[in-house]
C-alpha cells in the first residue's frame, strides 16, 4: 500500500475516532470494534461480545465467503477495527490481501487454529501437509488450544472422530494462497468447521481469550458469555440435532451437496459424504463432464435419496444432476446465515433448519 494511501486511511480514522464526520451519530467509543469475516462467524463473535464490544460481519447474508469482494466501506470497518477476526484455513481466499491492505498493523485472528482439520478429498490425492509451523509463538498457541480442549471436556463435550484429521490448524500449512490455479489452488484443508458445532465452541473460546486480551476490563462478561453459548450448543445438539439425525435409516446416511461443506458435520454425526457437484473445497472450481458422470454413476449406484443445493452458489448444474438422476433436491444454508427474516438467522437456526432439511429429505423423523 502507498503512502499516501494509509494516511489516507489513517485521517479516516482519526476523523472517525474523534467524531469529526458529521452525521456520524453515537458510535459507542468505548467499546471495542470487532470485525468478523463471515456472517457465521460474526454470529458467534456477537454471543460472546454481547454489550461490552461492537461485532459487525464483513459479508452481507448471502455471501460466497469463497469469491467474496469487499466493498469501499469494508476498507474503512477495517481500518477503523481494533480486532479482525477470520475462520482461516484458506476460506477467506478472495479478502486477505484487502485486509491487510486495509489493516496492516492488526494481525487478524484465526479462530479455527485449534481446531483438528480435515483435507478436502482423499489424503493420498491431496498430499501430506508440508512439516510446516507458522511464524511466531507455538508453543503459547498449542498450550492454549491444549487449555480450550480441557475446557470444554471438564464441560461435558467431547472432540468429533479424530479419523483421517491432520491436526490442529495452527500446525498445518494449508497451501492454497501462493499455488498457481489448478486442482489444489485452494490449499489443502477443508475450511468448512463451523458445521461441526464442536468447531464453533472453540472459536467462541479463542473469542473470549481475544476480546479478554484486548479489553481486560470485561473479561468476566466474555468468559460468561462464552460458556453460554457452549452450553446452550450443547443442548442443541444433545436434544434436537443429534436425536433428529439418529432416525436416518443406515442405508441413507449419504450427503450429496452442491460444494463440500458438510464434510466436518458428516463426521461429528455418522453421515458420509458421498460426492459434491463442485471438486474441492471452495465453490471456484468447475466440474468436468467426467466428474459429473463419475458422480451420477455414484448416486444411482448408492440409492442416494436427495442431492442438496446451496443458498450461496448457483443451484442450475445440482437440479441437473437432480433431474438426471431422479432424485429430489433441497436447499442448504453453507458459507452464510439467511437475512434477518430468513429461516437460518442465527447460527443455532443455521444448524436446526440444515439439520431438519437433511433429515426429512434422508427419510428421518423431523421433530
Ligand atoms: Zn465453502
Redo the contacts with the bound molecule.
Sequence with gaps: MSRVCRMGIMLVSLALMFGVFPGGGARAQDRLQVVASTSILADIAAGVAGEAAEVVSLMPPGAD??SYTPSPQDLVRLAQADLILIVGANLEESLLKTIRGAAPDLAPVTVSACVNILPFGEVSEAGEPEDHLPAGDVSAIAGQCAAHQDELASAGVLPSPAEGRLGPLYQLDCGGENEADGEHAHGRCDP?VWTDPYNAMLWALMIRDALSERDPANADVYAANAAAIIKALQTLVDEEIAPMLATIPESNRLLVTN?L?FNYYASAFGLKVLGTVIPGA??LAEPSAADIARLIGDIRANGVPAVFTETIANPALAEQIARETGVHFYTLY??SLSEADGPAATYADYLRYNTRVITAALGGTVN
Design positions: 465467503p469463497h468448512h460444494h461443506t471452495s465453490t453453507t458459507g
